[in-house]
């Protein structure tokens, strides 16, 4: 898929964002607004590593936030040693003081583009990734961090994604996105609607469920599951 993305945001740019919005990304009961089901999304994807992973030590957070999705996994499983990674550091920060009061474990902070991380080989039993694929930009980009993932984690371990998508079908992306623009609206009326459809279009390149699937198998994934879908949101997942 070769597309220009020098319109797009920089990583630069995302992270001052998120820096001015770590209060707004805190709230563990409703998770983000603008995600249709997030806090459905989160209970299922936690669920299912809980389930996949019961007796799991180590976990890998991308794009981290404020450890929404981290606090939550500690509820299904405790005392888990939780590896946190965000571009933004007061992101990091609050994150760990809020996991820090959940967990004995150990917690290891990455303050970087989840495309340079270095991780040990076979380590991690649950990969969590919330929110954060959607800024890979080329398909390079998308391998590169999906082979990382499925080296990282141990036989058995698994990755659970929650995430913006698009369509392969331009009919069906323009029908889920016109019911996606519609939900906005009634959220917070027109303004609101067109101030978060001009971020994700200048900040986000989404990639479909079939390509993030069939990619999650190209790089080794034996298993792949779809969790849940409504309209350009998708929680899914695999089990090395």
């Not at 996991?99 to 039993?125: C, E, W, Y």
């Not at 082979?147 to 371990?157: C, E, N, R, S, W």
Request: net charge negative; glycine share 4%; hydrophobic share 35%.
């Amino acid at each position: 898929m070769n597309q220009d993305y020098s319109h797009k945001a920089t990583n630069d740019e995302i992270k001052t964002r998120f820096h001015s919005d770590v209060e707004r990304f805190s709230n563990l009961e409703s998770g983000q607004q603008t995600t249709i089901d997030a806090p459905l999304t989160m209970e299922l994807c936690t669920e299912a590593a809980q389930y996949t992973n019961p007796n799991a030590t180590e976990l890998l957070d991308i794009g981290c936030g404020a450890g929404n999705y981290t606090l939550k996994m500690l509820s299904k499983i405790q005392h888990l040693n939780c590896t946190l990674n965000d571009l933004s550091l007061p992101m990091l920060t609050r994150a760990k003081d809020r996991v820090s009061a959940q967990t004995t474990g150990k917690i290891t902070l990455i303050q970087d583009d989840m495309r340079n991380l270095d991780l040990p080989d076979n380590h991690f039993d649950i990969v969590l990734a919330a929110a954060t694929f959607h800024h890979l930009r080329t398909d390079a980009d998308w391998e590169i961090v999906f082979t990382k993932i499925y080296k990282a984690l141990k036989p058995g371990g698994s990755i659970w994604i929650s995430d913006l998508i698009a369509h392969d079908s331009v009919v069906i992306d323009k029908l889920f996105q016109d019911q996606y623009r519609a939900y906005l609206e009634k959220l917070g009326g027109k303004d609101y609607r067109q101030k978060v459809l001009d971020y994700i279009e200048y900040e986000d390149t989404p990639r479909s469920l079939n390509y993030q699937l069939g990619l999650l198998q190209k790089v080794g994934f034996s298993v792949t599951e779809i969790l849940h879908k409504n309209s350009y949101f998708a929680a899914f997942g695999a089990i090395k």
